[in-house]
């Protein structure tokens, strides 16, 4: 069997244990310490926002931006359907109901029109929407200015899972900077990684603050354990942040990486007409390219045969993700469709896009394309 070429995998730069190190050295084990203060700072630094929260996961995240925004039981909550579960499933967490809203064709996200047309939908209905949270899938910006447009126009707070778009950027500003609250994940096979973790960003202080008070228990300040409000318990390890402050320091190499990864594929791709690769639409969007991803847009190929061809390679492809409104546990949620991602769902693939990958594997990936279609 050939050896394994992974879809993403983690990439580690090499200072990842120098902070680790301190941490043990300094008996640092703890749900907090100089390594998650200094994580923090890195990434405030990086995106340019006010205030940043270190948490244990990137669900975390958006479970306390949740929380920190009021919604409880019976509210309503509009998200993407073409994402990861871990975008809904915090929404149910808190007792509220998804509203699935549909994408659209340029950037795959959120469509405004679709989003616009639920507000107005639920209004009508008597339940006005208490957030909206939106993803900027495989790095690729959401049209987040129309986005934003919409929701400011009835005052309605926006969530941004960013999760898969840490280094991505519209009109120069980082995403997850947009919205009341952005959410990060350093899941192990994210743009960085911290084995796992995420975070929440804001500008509004005394929402970071609180989401840190949140994440520790809510202790009321008090010499013995007092509480007045329900806590949880998602801080980042200060084992774990360490590795982040690692990882911060070659952020931008491997975002180049994986745009180098694109530009590889799209080279390939230059002149099959049948495939079309997910690109930035113009110079306002720029994407970290978490992922490449294509659609086979000939009517009598499949692309489960490509992923096929791929596995018996031992080379690891995956589907874009199935909506949300497509899944058996979400199925009674409603939804705003348009037909977009199912259709996306139907003929697109995921191609290898670590930042780790090596001319030699990129030569095994290409075989297999050009075997394909040439
Ligand atoms: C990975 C991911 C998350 C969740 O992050 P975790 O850190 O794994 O909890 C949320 N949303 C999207 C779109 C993701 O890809």
Redesign the pocket.
Known sequence: MKEKIWLSSPHMGGNEMKYVNEAYNTNWIAPLGPNVNGFEEDLQKYLNIGHVAALS??????HLALVLLGVKYGDEVLASSF??S??INPITYVGATPILVDSERDTWNMCPVELERAIKDRITKGIKPKAIIL?H?YGMPAKIDKLMAVANKYGIPVIE?A??ALGSKYKGKALGTYGKFG?L???G??IITTS???ALISDDKEMIEKTRFLATQARDIAPHYQHSEIGFNYRMSNIVAGIGRGQMEVVDERVAKRRENFNFYKNIFANIDEVEILEEMNNDFFSNYWLTTILLKSENKNIEDLRLEFDKENIEVRPL?KPMHLQPVFESCPAYTNGVSEKLFEIGLCLPSGSNLTDKERFRIESVLRKHFY
Not at 57 to 62: L, Q
């Open positions: 996961s990137g669900t975390a995240a958006i994402t990861f871990a975008t993803v899938l899972d999760a898969e959410v994940s350093f899941n096979n994210k796992g973790g995420g993700w």
